[in-house]
């Protein structure tokens, strides 16, 4: 079994930061890929950021220059660093991943967390 947890949300005033941290678990023999969506109220889930197992990022525009994903492979934990947040920041964060386990490394799975709150308000 793999499972997703994610850290690090809560309540921060316009303009501050939050780091989350999303930590893989289980039987991976391999993971191509970590993500980090949020979803907010009444609005459909969106990517924020992703990284490959080679270290290539992807940030959805609205991010961009403010959000960082990295990664620690040897501990399978991806981390979003939130700058200058906006209260349209406001969301459910989710991590997902893409990931080969030892029982059938052929295939890869599709795992997501199980959200961390972020709010952004004064």
């Known amino acids: 079994q793999v499972q997703l947890v994610e850290s690090g949300g809560g309540l921060v005033q316009p303009g501050g930061s939050l780091r989350l941290s999303c930590a893989a678990s289980?039987?991976?023999?391999?993971?191509?890929?970590m993500g980090w969506y949020r979803q907010a109220p009444g609005k459909q889930r969106e990517l924020v950021a992703s990284i490959g197992s080679s270290g290539n990022t992807n940030y959805a525009d609205s991010v961009q220059g403010r959000f960082t994903i990295s990664s620690d492979n040897a501990k399978n934990t991806v981390f979003l660093q939130m700058n200058s947040l906006k209260p349209e920041d406001t969301a459910v964060y989710y991590c997902?991943?893409?990931?080969?386990?030892?029982?059938?490394?052929?295939?890869?799975?599709?795992?997501w967390g199980q959200g961390t709150q972020v709010t952004v308000s004064s």
């Open positions: 997902n991943a893409d990931i080969r386990k030892y029982s059938l490394r052929s295939t890869l799975y599709n795992y």
């Open positions: 289980g039987s991976i023999f391999s993971i191509n890929a």
